[in-house]
């Protein structure tokens, strides 16, 4: 790339400086002879074609580097487009080299002018001094040399003039094929500008993207660890409720109790793994505050005729148990166990009961009537 647009700077430099050298207005005493001003123009041109390679040189390297960047990140989906490219720019670079021949072999012919123009200009010098000879001794003989000198030195002005015009000839189509260079290396720069910007721009859009894919999955499972941690935490305290021991033995403290009311077993003495004890000493009713599957076993000391008492889940009757039926016998007790799940807020209570009546007192024993309660 750097040789490339290296030759195509040369080439319209040259055809700059020519394109002024075949307009100049000073035009040489004989015909087809190149003059001091064009041949100080083609010096010059050297000169600023010099320049013009070391501040070319210096923006080739930059792009390189910026394109060697570029390289280094995601364009392997270009890599066909670029290959094009390439192979455009290497058709390029051999036609750039084939004018950097033509453009030699130009050099060549100038250097061959700036020699002929020397010799010509030794023969006119010294056919002046024979003229100013001529003019002294009127010599006959002398002016058919003179013609003779002057037939050859025409011969030799018009086989540089032909030669001029081929090489006028050479240097046209050397422009033709140098703007042709110009307008497809300007073609290939723009091209390879617009697949540079869009690289950039794909790679900027994929990196944004790749920022947000990640930040938003970083935040989702950022998430979903806090549910699990959250879960676990609940599973392991539901599991240890689930495991803790639960236990309950209440008595009764003693007197009558309308029927259809609660007996109060509000007098604990043992607990295990309850922490609102206070609510039942003051209630009577047991409340569940663990999940799980319990034993609850009732008994109700009565010496009240017609007497019984019932257990309930909540609202839910789970056993009723009738104790005596005649007066004036002895006090009399009556047990029921029974197993249910239960769930945290639900309540056990037992109620007093009769077989026939609807109405009255049951009288509850202190010490013998007893409410135990255990999770299994």
Known sequence: MAELIHHSMFIFLIFQCVSGFLIDSTTPK???????KHYIAVVDLLM???????LLEHVVTSLQ?????????????????????????NGLVATCSLSQNNFGVLEGKIKDLEINYTLLKDENQKLSQDVATLKQTQSVVSIENLKQQVQATSNKVNQLEYNNMVRNQDIIAISNITRQNQLDVKTIGHKLTQQITSVERVFREKSRNDTVVYREFSKALDLKIANLAANQSIQVATLAQQNYPVALTAWNAGGDVTIGSEIKFNEVKTSTGISNLSAINSTGTFKVEVDGVYIIAVTVNSGTKDSGFEIHKNNITLSQVYIQGKVGDNDQSGTSVVSTELRMGDSISVLASAGDRKSGIVHVDKGWSTLSIIKI
Do not use: M, P
């Open 48 to 54: 600023e074609e010099r320049q013009a390679r070391h």
């Open 65 to 89: 580097q910026k394109v060697q960047s570029l390289e280094q990140k995601d364009i392997s989906k270009h890599a066909q487009e670029i290959s094009a490219l390439q192979l455009q720019v």
């Open 30 to 36: 004989y015909a087809g002879v190149i003059t001091d």
